[in-house]
């Protein structure tokens, strides 16, 4: 559907383009041009797609968890819906979308040092490398040191520190 949502533009932008004096052949050309450089374009964007067994497979499995980080804009709509549901009256629906949110950016930061860890290892110990492991370690070191995280969370909804 993307693709030919793209056609269409394109072709209703070359014949709107067209003059008295353009042929065409020149337009279909043209049209058929920025199709393929609009179809590389967006393929340039996705990084392309992770192969199983290429070489580069591994680096790339981390490169995409590391994208599934939360963004600026993510975490700033996030904080707007925690406010607005507080405003509404709901902290408890609030509580629960901040704890599944840090759930999430947890467990998304822990597998991208897991996967880097396990990357650049020659030995993968199955007791010491697993997701669990890391979020845990994560968590601790993250208590340790006041890190509460991303500035999207509101310290009311928090559960209390025990400590």
Do not use: C
């Amino acid at each position: 559907m993307d693709v030919e949502d793209d056609s269409v533009s394109e072709t209703s932008t070359s014949f709107s383009e067209m003059s008295a004096y353009t042929t065409r052949e020149s337009s279909a050309s043209v049209m058929s041009s920025n199709a393929s450089k609009s179809r590389a374009a967006r393929r340039q964007k996705k990084g392309g797609k992770i192969r199983a067994g290429s070489p580069g497979e591994e680096m790339a499995l981390v490169e995409h968890l590391r994208g599934m980080a939360l963004t600026g804009g993510a975490q700033n709509e996030l904080k707007s819906l925690l406010v607005a549901l507080i405003q509404l009256g709901k902290a408890e629906t609030a509580r629960r979308v901040q704890e599944a949110a840090d759930s999430f950016e947890v467990s998304q930061r822990a597998a991208v040092k897991l996967a880097e860890d396990t990357v650049s290892s020659d030995r993968v110990e199955e007791r010491a490398h697993t997701l669990e492991r890391y979020v845990r370690m994560l968590r601790d070191r993250e208590s340790g040191h006041g890190e509460a995280g991303g500035t999207w969370r509101i310290n009311a909804l928090s559960p209390p520190v025990t400590g």
